[in-house]
């Protein structure tokens, strides 16, 4: 069985930085790609980065540049390290296995002045 809980989220200004974390129970972690999504209120939800589980990496147009995804996979988390936030960026934050569909619960992002 596996599940995913993300934390890191907060209130951020503009041009500031966070990161997320998502820790993951089971084994399937270290085996599989893992996703951030993000999703906003009254918005779809959005596939920020993805990374494999040999550390390939990609990222939406949105953030590249200035999110970066990583794992450990010794430690089952995933990360996503966020820079020069912008208020767009405020959001609920996810991670997910694609291949298992399996989702966290989210943590809250806000961009705020």
């Known amino acids: 069985q596996v599940q995913l809980v993300e934390s890191g989220g907060g209130l951020v200004q503009p041009g500031g930085s966070l990161r997320l974390s998502c820790a993951a129970s089971?084994?399937?972690?270290?085996?599989?790609?893992m996703n951030w999504y993000r999703q906003a209120p009254a918005k779809e939800r959005e596939r920020v980065a993805t990374i494999t589980k040999s550390g390939s990496t990609n990222y939406a147009d949105s953030v590249k540049g200035r999110f970066s995804i990583s794992r450990d996979n010794a430690k089952n988390t995933v990360y996503l390290q966020m820079n020069s936030l912008k208020p767009e960026d405020t959001a609920v934050y996810y991670c997910?296995?694609?291949?298992?569909?399996?989702w966290g619960q989210g943590t809250q992002v806000t961009v705020s002045s």
């Open positions: 089971g084994n399937i972690f270290s085996f599989t790609t």
């Open positions: 997910n296995i694609p291949i298992a569909s399996i």
